[in-house]
């Protein structure tokens, strides 16, 4: 089954404790990203990847890394967790055509809250 | 301005009724263009997608995109309790690699 697997589904955790939220496809997309989702701001881009070894910020990266050693996985991490990182987050994926991005899967989302 | 923009609603339909959800755009050239449904606490699911000008339709959903106007609707016919969720504008500006999307439009359908 087409899926993206973003690990785990929740996550509480003390400010400044490193913490890594995992994701995974198996579609053999070239382009990743990640999101977060909060009330009233919606959907907003924190990083993403066109291949192996390709990033880029989104709108809103500070606070946060990533790295795409395999073409699989996508990996955040949030070396110090504050507060107003508190957050559902969302992994997605899609193909690239060479022209343009087709539709983004999305996985199930990790609820963070830092205290 | 904001790159894509959304009425937060809440819209409430009638169940059987024609639901129309209502997106706006910054135009940045090349553009492909999405809505997304997401219940809420799950991942957004993709409902039509949509390049060029005019209208697409898949079963009781219709999507219509006009450029002149930077503007691109959803519409759903016979609206169903079952289709009460937020709805996501999307649009990926393929100079950027980056989707945008809007801040969601949630429907209700009344039975």
């Known amino acids: 089954e087409a899926q993206v697997t973003q690990n785990p589904r929740y996550l509480i955790t003390v400010t400044g404790k490193k913490l890594t939220v995992t994701c995974s496809q198996n579609m053999n997309h070239e382009y990743m990203s990640w999101y977060r989702q909060d009330p009233g701001l919606g959907l907003r881009q924190i990083y993403y990847?066109?291949?192996?070894?390709?990033?880029d910020k989104g709108d809103v990266p500070e606070g946060y890394k990533v790295s795409r050693k395999e073409k699989r996985n996508f990996p955040l991490i949030l070396e110090s967790p504050s507060p107003n990182q508190t957050s559902l987050y969302f992994c997605?994926?899609?193909?690239?055509?060479?022209?343009?991005?087709?539709?983004?899967?999305f996985g199930s989302g990790t609820q963070l809250s830092v205290l | 301005q904001k790159e894509v923009e959304q009425n937060s609603g809440p819209l409430s339909v009638p169940e059987g009724a024609i639901a129309s959800l209502n997106c706006t755009y910054s135009?940045?050239?090349?553009?492909?263009f999405f809505w997304y449904r997401q219940y809420s606490g799950k991942s957004p699911e993709l409902i039509m997608f949509i390049y060029s000008n005019g209208d697409k339709e898949d079963g009781r959903f219709t999507a219509q995109l006009n450029k002149a106007s930077q503007y691109v609707s959803l519409l759903i016919r016979d609206s169903q309790p079952s289709d009460s969720a937020t709805y996501l504008c999307a649009v990926n500006w393929r100079t950027g690699n980056q989707f945008y999307f809007g801040t969601g439009t949630s429907l209700t359908v009344i039975p």
């Open positions: 997605a994926s899609s193909s690239w055509t060479g022209i343009a991005n087709e539709k983004l899967f």
């Open positions: 990847s066109m291949n192996v070894e390709v990033t």
């Open positions: 135009d940045r050239g090349s553009q492909s």
